[in-house]
């Protein structure tokens, strides 16, 4: 079975669709529907199929291997005729762009008309700076441009860096209160940085953000042609953590109180974000603390052809 895209009825866009509520939703013209019957089971075992444990390593590197053999493919040429071929396990639509994410890149079709976002997102990009040497590890989770294309019929093309391991987290539907936990950790770091930076991220969600289930890191990768300077277009910096606050809420499989999603957990995702990042991090280890105790590492199996869907017959 293989990951595979959904198209509005409406205006042709691949459509995002949400494993868990079964539905499909256009971001390109606001069209929703429901799944049919067909695409309700096809999804379910494709959902199935995420959440089950990886097996054994002996066999996950070949399966790997051969998921990304039959992966979908895409080309493009650019104004210069070079032809630009991607290899993509999921992608879908965005406002400003097609997504597809490759291997180890994410690739952005920008739209026609659209190559102002584009310039817009690689500029953004390439003003993080760092605080400090120690901090600069964090670059490892924010996007790196590793190439930009003006195409033949005059959209663009902005490909991005991603490491293997890193899935979209909208891929991984709810999660239990200890995942949502190192989430949440991984996101507060990152909001320092752009609370240093002044940048104001509006559209912190399960697409902008990839996992590495593997070793519990967070990457906030997408829809960087929304982030802006704050105090610009009336931007807040309690936007980042707004955002951080509402992407945990959904990824919880449950709003009441269980011993996996303690009540610590809820009040935080309840919470006004406090004054700036800094701040709200200090606030959010102590609410982990108060959640969780003690921090545990909890192994989360996982691999491509579980996250994709996919597997080799
Ligand atoms: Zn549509």
Redesign the pocket.
Known sequence: MKMRNLN??????I?IYDVSSMTAH??????SYVLDHKDTDYYRTFYRQMIDSAAGDEGKKQRNESLWDNADSISFTTTEGQCIELKYLHSY?DKCADVYVTRRNIAFHFRSGMNGKAEHMRRMVSSLDYPSADTRTLSDFFPRVTGAFLLDDDTSLVVINKREEEYPLRLFGKLGGRHIAWIISRLENLCCVLEYNGLVHPEIDVDSVYINPNNHTACLYCNWWSVDQKNMHGLSSSANLTGLRNTAKTLLETEDVTPDTPAALLDFINSSPKIDAYEDFAYWDEMLIKAFGERKFIKMDKEDSDIYGKQDD
């Open positions: 509005c009825k409406n205006c042709g866009s459509m256009c971001r390109f013209c606001g069209t639509s």
